[in-house]
Structure formats: structure tokens, C-alpha cells
């Protein structure tokens, strides 16, 4: 009834705890798919290690891109792998309530996405905040595979930040909306992105996510470039 796509860069100890919040809460878990964004060396031992008891009604499912491609890669990979009518993608640092995907799947007889709640003892950054605080939580949403194309077309060139804006915006403006469960709660630790990767590598990805975002919508991100103290850069393949 229910995939659940994972993508893993490092962060090994947050990864375990996913893991296991996974599948104690749970409820129609059928396959769990591990897209291994070519972790170190000591995730990438763990992740091989990882078995289904036998008997268990669960799938795993494990692949591993040879260079990390990082976010909108990995959930393109793991949502075309997924056979299950319905499809969540998590991010791999964040714990989740019990029945969690029951209170989702119930959402997605009005909504397109169905979100959970950050925990009350969080709250969204600043940025998003004023970005757009009701945006879906990219670290965990979920929607039914017959609508998947409309979300992973392979077309959104975006490959970290704005994959989940873009999935909102269509979900908004063309299909059913997003729709937040009170009753489903995650707790999110703190992205790890910029923590397991070289700050210009990291600087690189986020200004083509800023190009992307900008191509596509046809605005200017007055507010990342601001943050990032990037006001004055400019897309060469970009005019205002």
C-alpha cells in the first residue's frame, strides 16, 4: 500500500534513528526504498548490511548513485522505483509519530500532498518563514503514485532547495492543493547538507537551485539572494 523513498548522504546516527522511527510507526509500510547518494564509506557499510527479517511483508529496496547528485536525483530515483499506490518521501534525519501514514493517507482523499506537522517545540527557520510558511515540508510529504508524473517530470533542473516549492506549486495550482495532518507529527534535526559537504560545492548547488527556481517561476528570490548575500548576482542565461 505505501513506499517509502529515503535519500541518504552521510549523517550515519540520524539515519539509524530514521530507520528505526520508520518502521515502529508505520502502519501499511510495504516497501522501503534506499537511494544511497554516494555516502562515506561508513554509511555506505551500514546501508549494505541492512536486511528484511524473513517473512516480513516489507520490501527494501537499495541503490547508490556514484556521485552524490544530491536531493531532487535521489527522489526521482526512488520514486520510479516505487510499486505502491502510495508514495513518501522522507528525509533521512527526522523521527515521526505513530500512524503517522495513516493520518497522510487519509488527508489524500482532499489534497494532492499531504504533509505532516513540525513538531510544537520547532518551528520553520526564519527564511521560510517569510519565504512561505505554508510550503510543503520537504522532509516529508506524500502523494499517490497515479499523480506522480505531475511532480517528477524530469524536467525541474533544481537539486536541492526547490524541488519541494516546485511539487507545492503544481499541487497548488493544478491539482488538489497540500494538506497539513495535525494528527501526523515529525521532528526535524537540522539539515546536515552543508555539514557533509565542501561550502563552495554547497554555494554552487544552492545558486543553481536559485537560477532554476527563477527560470521557472519568473521571479526574482529576493529573499535567498539577500540571506546568502548574493543581491547582486546574476544569471548569465537569466534577464530582468
Same mark, same amino acid.
Given at each position: 500500500m505505501l513506499s517509502v523513498v529515503i535519500p541518504i548522504h552521510n549523517a550515519l546516527p540520524f539515519l539509524k534513528k530514521t530507520l528505526q522511527s520508520v518502521l515502529n510507526t508505520t502502519d501499511n509500510l510495504s516497501e522501503l526504498i534506499l537511494v544511497d547518494d554516494a555516502s562515506d564509506e561508513e554509511t555506505r557499510v551500514f546501508i549494505d548490511t541492512l536486511r528484511i527479517a524473513p517473512g516480513s511483508p516489507i520490501r527494501l529496496i537499495k541503490t547508490r548513485n556514484p556521485e552524490h547528485s544530491w536531493t531532487n536525483a535521489s527522489w526521482n530515483?526512488?520514486?520510479? $522505483?516505487?510499486?505502491?499506490?502510495?508514495? +513518501?518521501?522522507?528525509?533521512?534525519?527526522? @523521527?515521526?509519530?505513530? &500512524?503517522?501514514?495513516?493520518?497522510?493517507?487519509? $488527508?489524500?482523499?482532499?489534497?494532492?500532498? +499531504?504533509?505532516?506537522?513540525?513538531?510544537? @517545540?520547532?518551528?520553520? &527557520?526564519?527564511?521560510?518563514?517569510?519565504?512561505?510558511?505554508g510550503m510543503i515540508q520537504g522532509a516529508c510529504f506524500m502523494f499517490e503514485r497515479d499523480e506522480k508524473d505531475y511532480f517528477f517530470p524530469g524536467l525541474l533542473s533544481a537539486t536541492h532547495w526547490y524541488l519541494d516549492r516546485y511539487i507545492a506549486k503544481i499541487a497548488n495550482e493544478y491539482l488538489s492543493g497540500v494538506g497539513f495532518s495535525p494528527s501526523a507529527i515529525i521532528s526535524h534535526a537540522v539539515s546536515q547538507s552543508a555539514k557533509t559537504t565542501k561550502p563552495e560545492e554547497y554555494d554552487n548547488v544552492i545558486k543553481k537551485d536559485l537560477f532554476a527556481w527563477e527560470s521557472f517561476t519568473g521571479e526574482r528570490e529576493v529573499v535567498v539572494r539577500r540571506e546568502m548575500g548574493w543581491n547582486d548576482l546574476v544569471d548569465p542565461l537569466t534577464q530582468w
Open positions: 530515483i526512488g520514486v520510479k $522505483l516505487a510499486t505502491q499506490r502510495y508514495i +513518501a518521501v522522507l528525509n533521512s534525519d527526522i @523521527t515521526l509519530s505513530p &500512524s503517522w501514514d495513516t493520518h497522510l493517507i487519509e $488527508l489524500l482523499r482532499d489534497y494532492s500532498v +499531504a504533509c505532516p506537522q513540525l513538531s510544537p @517545540t520547532q518551528k520553520l &527557520s526564519p527564511i521560510i518563514e517569510e519565504i512561505d510558511p
